[in-house]
């Protein structure tokens, strides 16, 4: 995007999420859920499509303008994000890296337009920071009808399994399934890519869950018994390709830099709340801000928030490139949601026992701030990459 569209796209992202939605994050919190009008002022933004290729309809956003509309973005409750994130993020990236040009052609400018919310599901109950351990499995079945063309075609395949917590499920239009379909190949080689319709029998998806925060985002399990999917559901349309955990490896690269640019927003929102508080709040007389324990603090907040800025940038920048698309996002992941947490804690501190009541936004965002240490790879699964990779055979003993 040229460089005075995308300045007027932060722009009008800012004030939408400084004038219409921060005034509402109290209500979305208590109530669980997102104001239709909001998702309506998003899909009109471009916001489902902001990472989506413009010939898709989408913005066409490089990483690193990613990056910068994420620290807007995320100087709100993260559920505004979660509402467009699996669009733009790794379903949508699940068709733009490994799709067929008439999967991309048919699915891409609906996902961009927000008429349809995709899903991905990957996680299961017993196979989360190790998916190459997943149990669903998808196998082939011409189900015994007399069509010709089932050979011809292959036959559809036949899903069976479950998933947990996937993010928007109860509000899916479409879910990028993973699954089984080589159960003979390594682990990471047997496993495929399917597009399936909500809605179609046999698919189910559980209440939501109830979570500790990002309220208004909701997750749920969603259930697979004998779903029915026509060969062309499966991503990249070729049979024996098995590329679904590459390409579901791919496309949390992505993420991980998503997620830590949201992050930055949010530590930057901490250090304003916290920075406020302390101008105004008054212990013995004097503000708190006069407090050279309290200026500690805010200083290590914004050293925090610096520090995490700087590191997004440069592994966009790294990403956008090609040179470092997989160290770069896993330092960045690790550094950011451990940096927004502790800005969390230290703001909840700053504003004393206020900080520990409901309705203070600094209570609501120490536990939307939580979650950025699990998703998208847990900390130690950062971990786990960043030292793998910098130790090569080595980290196999
Ligand atoms: C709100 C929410 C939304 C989500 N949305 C989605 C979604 O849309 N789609 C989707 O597919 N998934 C989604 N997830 C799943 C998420 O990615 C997983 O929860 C996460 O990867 C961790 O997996 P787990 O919960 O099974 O924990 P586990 O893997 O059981 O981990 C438990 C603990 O063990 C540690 N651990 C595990 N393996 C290792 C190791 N090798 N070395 C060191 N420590 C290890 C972990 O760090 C953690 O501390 C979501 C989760 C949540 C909570």
């Not at 309220?215 to 590329?243: C, H, I, K, M, Q």
């Not at 610096?306 to 770069?328: N, Q, W």
Request: with cysteine; charged share 25%; net charge negative.
């Amino acid at each position: 995007m040229d460089a005075a569209d995308f300045s007027t796209v932060l722009s009008e992202v800012r004030r939408f999420v400084r004038e219409r939605v921060v005034p509402l994050e109290a209500e979305i919190d208590e109530k669980d859920e997102m104001p239709a009008d909001i998702r309506e002022a998003a899909k009109k933004m471009g916001l489902y499509g902001f990472a989506l290729p413009e010939e898709y309809g989408g913005l066409g956003l490089s990483m690193y303008e990613e990056a910068q509309l994420m620290f807007e973005l995320g100087y709100t409750t993260p559920s505004l994000r979660s509402m467009f994130g699996t669009n733009n993020g790794i379903a949508g990236h699940v068709l733009m890296v490994g799709g067929t040009e008439e999967q991309k052609a048919h699915w891409l400018p609906r996902i961009a337009s927000g008429d349809v919310l995709a899903s991905f599901a990957l996680t299961e109950p017993e196979a989360g920071s190790d998916p190459s351990t997943l149990t669903t499995r998808a196998h082939r079945d011409d189900g015994g009808t007399s069509r010709s063309s089932a050979a011809e075609s292959g036959g559809d395949w036949v899903i069976n399994g479950a998933k947990r917590y996937i993010t928007n499920a109860p509000l899916a239009d479409v879910f990028m399934v993973f699954a089984r379909t080589d159960p003979d190949a390594p682990r990471t080689r047997g496993i495929s890519t399917f597009l399936v319709p909500a809605g179609t029998p046999g698919l189910t998806v559980a209440p939501k869950d109830h979570k500790m925060g990002q309220l208004g985002a909701w997750t749920a399990d969603v259930y697979f018994d004998d779903v029915r999917v026509p060969a062309d559901a499966l991503v990249g349309g070729e049979e024996g390709l098995n590329r679904g955990f590459a390409t579901a490896m791919g496309c949390l690269a992505h993420g991980r830099v998503h997620i830590s640019a949201l992050c930055v927003g949010m530590a930057e929102r901490l250090v304003d709340e916290s920075v406020e508080y302390a101008r105004t709040r008054k212990q013995s007389g004097k503000l708190i801000g006069s407090f050279q324990l309290i200026q500690g603090l805010i200083a290590d907040s914004m050293t925090d928030y610096y520090a995490g800025r700087a590191t997004v940038l440069e592994a966009a920048r790294g990403f956008d490139s090609g040179e470092d698309t997989k160290i770069g996002p896993s330092c960045t992941k690790y550094f950011a949601s451990e940096m927004v947490w502790r800005v969390a804690d230290r703001a909840v501190q700053i504003h004393g026992g206020a900080g520990y009541m409901r309705g203070v936004a600094v209570e609501r965002f120490y536990r939307d701030a939580r979650l950025f240490r699990i998703y998208e790879g847990t900390s130690q699964i950062q971990q786990v990459i960043i030292a793998k990779a910098l130790l090569g055979e080595a980290a196999r003993g």
